[in-house]
């Protein structure tokens, strides 16, 4: 009996970090296999919880080495998530600080995020995100700055995200994201119900385009407008701070000012 009971602990313990080893094994960069774990842990999730529906143009996901930026519009809190368990590149995702929970610095450190200030600090979570990209990684950015509300309605992008595009010569990643919960507050969408769908586009070159950050920008929202089909908010709706100074619908988990 205590064979059996040993076996079964044994086992209890290598499945799980033999199933982490070959899904970090899986993605474009390096990893441990705790992150692989986790990866599939989110998969999981957004499979179970918000009824995930994964959609790839062909070829969308088929060379994705070297840096690139993925690009998605904002819809909730949950977006990463299920952004991340779709694609096969490990995504340092560009956060707003206030949107940092200091109880939870070691997970952020763990998963790279990179956090972004509204003044003159923001610089070194800009900086940070091009050293990522000029070494070959991959960085996740929301370029309309908040949550879209109502949904299916797309926010002005920032160009913020031309100039990480124009000085690193990223290739990038559309991601639209659609179904998630239109709920009062970002983190509320995490235990939340939805049925949620993520469309990946085939990634997109300006290597060789003389636009500028400002025009790069432009051409991404544009393309995002045609492909939705939705309307472009004339401007950003202005941050709403609730009880306790937890953000709420307005502000998102990912919030960038890129």
């Not at 995020?113 to 600090?121: N, P, Q």
């Not at 949550?147 to 559309?174: S, Y």
């Amino acid at each position: 009996m205590l064979y059996w009971v040993s076996g079964i602990l044994l086992a209890a313990i290598l499945l799980p970090l033999a199933a982490g080893f070959i899904a970090a094994r899986t993605l474009r960069d390096p990893t441990d296999p705790a992150t692989g774990l986790l990866y599939l842990l989110g998969r999981l999730y957004a499979r179970v919880v918000h009824r995930l529906t994964i959609r790839t143009e062909p070829g969308a996901l088929s060379d994705l080495d070297g840096p690139l930026i993925v690009v998605c519009n904002h819809t909730a809190g949950v977006d990463p998530i299920l952004v991340s368990s779709g694609c096969p590149r490990r995504i340092a995702w560009l956060m707003a600080e206030d949107m940092r929970l200091a109880r939870l610095d070691w997970f952020w450190r763990w998963q790279r995020v990179i956090f972004i200030t509204r003044d003159k600090e923001g610089r070194k979570g800009l900086r940070d995100a091009l050293g990522t990209l000029q070494s070959g990684g991959c960085i996740g950015i929301f370029p309309e700055g908040r949550l879209e509300r109502p949904h299916n309605r797309l926010l002005p992008f920032n160009p913020g995200v031309g100039m990480l595009v124009k000085r690193t010569g990223a290739r990038v990643l559309p991601v639209i994201i659609e179904g998630t919960p239109e709920v009062a507050r970002a983190w509320d969408a995490l235990w939340t119900a939805s049925d949620a769908s993520v469309r990946f586009m085939r990634p997109i070159s300006y290597a060789d385009s003389k636009l500028s950050p400002a025009e790069i920008a432009a051409d991404l929202q544009h393309r995002f407008a045609a492909w939705t089909g939705w309307p472009v908010a004339t401007h950003a709706p202005a941050a709403q701070i609730g009880p306790k100074h937890e953000p709420d619908a307005a502000p998102s988990a990912g919030r960038s000012i890129a």
